[in-house]
């Protein structure tokens, strides 16, 4: 992604990893920002967090959007240049942000498979959690201080590892989630195509596919949905392919035993508070959860004017509760 010119923009103050997988050690990215330095007093300071793009679009357009212009937000504030929600976490002092790609999205390349699957998403997802908690151990560190959040269909990864992978995390964040418990994914038919195996048909994206999560007038500028679209295609001109959905059946809430935030947009088409109440309340007992709704808000909080707001809510859970400190705005 940043062997040309607009690629290279993207990435513009990220500082960027690979990380080869557990199993196969296919290079994983992993993108942080002002994450090189190891002094271990920042390490006690800043709570780290993983961020997990959704099906489409990879990390750096949709947690690291840079502007051509001046951004203004509902809540009396300007981000200059930008709509970062990496930079928003890492203002607040006590959030260490990190995001990664999944294959064969923005910069992690394809494997032999050149598809997407879900399991092999949880995989990945635990060989970084590994390599961020080693990176941010510390003199006396003991009880896990690493958040995970999923947006859209990364939520439903990120709560498969919620339940594969607990001792990792403390704290777990499902935004936007589109879990649905009266859906069930059909399984992929075993033989396809009359002769031999058929050659997979390459889709690109397209700018109306980038602007489509965008459904409510005035809680984007319309500069600012032409700069995600334009980056978005920039980072991920083809569509990647996505096979053994039925994978996310697994998805139980009641696995889920780690502090947990529902959040989502109270307008969000993809996850309706129908949904997201079925997903709050069946949680596993015994550890904290909280739900919030976001108001005036689809499917992209994180991009629209209430974008502080919505920062504030995951912060303020991610460092509070049991395990957790104490972040004040």
């Keep these: 992604m940043g062997k040309n010119k607009e690629g290279a923009r993207l990435l513009d103050g990220l500082d960027i990893f690979t990380i080869p997988a557990n199993g196969d050690s296919h290079p994983l990215t992993v993108y942080g920002i002002d994450s090189l330095d190891d002094d271990d007093e920042k390490k006690k300071k800043r709570y780290p967090i993983l961020l997990l793009h959704g099906r489409t679009w990879s990390s ?9 212009t001046a951004i203004a937000d509902n809540e009396g504030s300007t981000d200059h240049h930008s709509l970062s929600f990496m930079e928003l976490l890492l203002e607040t002092g006590n959030v260490q942000p990190y995001a990664m790609d999944f294959r064969g999205f923005g910069g992690t390349p394809p494997d032999h498979t050149g598809k997407v699957e879900p399991i092999r998403c949880v995989e990945d997802v635990h060989t970084v959690l590994q390599w961020i908690t080693e990176k941010h151990q510390y003199p006396g560190s003991t009880e896990p201080r690493l ?61 109306d596919m980038a602007i489509e999560d965008f459904t409510i007038e005035g809680s984007i500028g319309t500069e600012q949905a032409a700069t995600f679209a334009e980056s978005a295609l920039v980072a991920d001109p083809i569509k990647a392919q996505w096979t053994s959905l039925h994978q996310f059946n697994l998805c139980d809430p009641a696995r889920v035993h780690v502090p ?23 949680l596993g007992r015994g550890s904290d959860r909280t739900w919030s709704i976001i108001a005036d808000a689809d499917h ?30």
């Design 60 to 68: 750096v357009p949709v947690y690291h959007l840079l502007s051509n």
């Design 147 to 207: 958040a995970l959040l999923g947006w859209s269909q990364g939520a439903l990864v990120a709560q498969l590892v919620g339940q594969k992978y607990p001792e990792m995390i403390s704290k777990l964040v499902l935004y936007a989630s589109i879990y649905d418990g009266l859906l069930r994914y059909a399984r992929e038919p075993l033989y396809t195509g009359i002769e031999g195996k058929q050659k997979e048909e390459v889709i690109k994206n397209t700018y």
């Design 260 to 282: 947990t935030l529902v959040v989502a947009g109270d307008q969000d088409p993809y996850a309706p508070l129908r949904v997201q109440q079925e997903l709050f309340s069946n």
């Design 300 to 329: 992209a909080v994180h991009l629209l004017g209430g974008r502080r707001r919505f920062r504030n809510i995951v912060a303020s859970f991610i460092a509070n509760g049991k395990k957790g400190g104490e972040i004040l705005f």
